[in-house]
Nanobody, 117 residues
Framework: QVQLVESGGGLVQAGGSLRLSCAVS????????MGWYRQAPGKQRELVAA???????RYADSVKGRFTISRDIAGNTTYLQMNSLKPEDTAVYYC???????????WGQGTQVTVSS
């Protein structure tokens, strides 16, 4: 089993920065990849950024060059550094873990990010 707890959301002005954290507990060794998703009101949940256990990263086109996903050496925490934030980045951000031999997905509870213009 894997458990996730997000933190770091909040209210920021356009152009500002926030760093989201996702604390991971449980079967950390079984994690294949970690991802950050977001869901804005009335929209579908979308992938923002992901990082594999080997360190390969990928980003949504809308955040390339502004957001960076990373993790600590032990794999206990995954981060999403968000710079040059825009009002359209406003959403609930969710951390997700892909783990185990059949790629089970576990979600965090979500953290609100609001960017004011």
């Amino acid at each position: 089993q894997v458990q996730l707890v997000e933190s770091g959301g909040g209210l920021v002005q356009a152009g500002g920065s926030l760093r989201l954290s996702c604390a991971v507990s449980g079967s950390i060794f079984s994690i294949n990849a970690m991802g950050w998703y977001r869901q804005a009101p009335g929209k579908q949940r979308e992938l923002v950024a992901a990082i594999t256990s080997g360190g390969t990263t990928r980003y949504a086109d809308s955040v390339k060059g502004r957001f960076t996903i990373s993790r600590d050496i032990a794999g206990n925490t995954t981060y999403l550094q968000m710079n040059s934030l825009k009002p359209e980045d406003t959403a609930v951000y969710y951390c997700a873990a892909d783990w185990g031999p059949i790629a089970t997905i576990t979600w965090g509870q979500g953290t609100q990010v609001t960017v004011s213009s």
